[in-house]
């Protein structure tokens, strides 16, 4: 079955970096677009970034500059960087696999066919 194991969460202060991991199997995993997503307590799940199949990216305004997502289609990994965080990147991150046609990626949640259980990132102020 497919699986997408999130790792690398944890405390930091703002200012500081963390890069989490999205390990997947059971998917041939250079067929899916990448997409993380993010919950903070009592907020809806929103869209972070997401990578396509060939690498092009799409990342929302609130993390442009500071996040960076990258793939590594022979580990089956997709990564994400993050830098200068904040406070209010408090959240618990999800990665999904979006059996996407072409080189596309999307926003929207709905398209994506599997999901991860999620890792929680804590950013103190």
């Known amino acids: 079955q497919v699986q997408l194991v999130e790792s690398g969460g944890g405390l930091v202060q703002a200012g500081g970096s963390l890069t989490l991991s999205c390990a997947a199997s059971?998917?041939?995993?250079?067929?899916?677009?990448m997409g993380w997503f993010r919950q903070a307590p009592g907020k809806e799940r929103e869209f972070v970034v997401a990578?396509?199949?060939?690498?092009?990216?799409d990342y929302a305004d609130s993390v442009k500059g500071r996040f960076t997502v990258s793939r590594v289609n022979a580990k089956n990994t997709v990564y994400l960087q993050m830098n200068s965080l904040k406070p209010e990147d408090t959240a618990v991150y999800f990665c999904?696999?979006?059996?996407?046609?072409?080189?596309?990626?999307?926003?929207?949640?709905?398209?994506?066919?599997?999901w991860g259980q999620g890792t929680q990132v804590t950013v103190s102020s």
């Open positions: 990578i396509s199949r060939n690498g092009n990216t």
């Open positions: 999904a696999a979006d059996d996407a046609w072409g080189w596309s990626v999307s926003r929207d949640q709905t398209s994506y066919d599997y």
């Open positions: 059971g998917l041939t995993f250079s067929r899916y677009a």
